[in-house]
């Protein structure tokens, strides 16, 4: 199977602490990280892979909470949104007939109300923070999904791919395209792997935040990474050995598998001229 696959940055975010984000700068200066989704043309129509921010979370972006805004700084840029983007390729909102979502946290699922008619997937313990749920959790905003979404929910039941359990396949028409769980991060994390002749990519979402986590090693990985990810996380436990197979993972399959995350904005330029992330130094 050949997809074609296109790099999107869905959301600019520019968190203060430079110096400790990227080891250069001061640590009060912002740095700059990225949504990176991908949008897939399968002869069936468009899948997007997270949507980063939506035009709702631009036109009004109190709803994404006093935390994200300071701490996070989003650029809130309506170009940015997948939607803009998309039709500035040439398609039409309803092109787009699955959306694949790493997790629900309001920096990946911004976008869903944008693509009504589409089929969203998500893991089922993922669905489960946020429904039924009075008060969320930091990191998910209600208002996101708030206009009925045409739900696809994942049980944790599945095959074995790679080291990892209970991979989850989907719709016929994409049915080579995986779920692959990555809990630790979120409750139901997971990671999109998308097969292609030209360019198979595993998008690990947050799975990790720098390149270094998995192609050299924790070490290498920036303090203030390795802090935010300390914060945010949901079972230390699960996230730390996703890691360690992701690293096993690479370290096994870089000639033939491109590994990027949600944030990083060097793998994102890789990508963006074709060039592969496997190969940052
Ligand atoms: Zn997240
Ligand atoms: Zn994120």
Redesign the pocket.
Known sequence: MSYKIHHLNCATLCPMGSKLINGVGSYIERTKMICHCLLIETNSGLVLIDTGLGTQDILQPKRMGLFFNLMVRPKLDIEETALYQIQKLGFKKEDVKHIILTHL?V??AGGISDFPHAKIHVYKKEYNQIVGNKSLKLGYVAAQFQHNPHWRVHNSTGEKWNGFNCVKTFEPEIQDILLVPLHGHSAGHTGVYIPSNNESVFHCG?AYFHHNTISKSYKDVPLGIKVFQKLVEYDTTARIRNQIRLTELFNKQKSNMRFIC??DLSEFEYCSCGKNPNNIV
């Open positions: 946290h920096d990946h947050d949600s944030h």
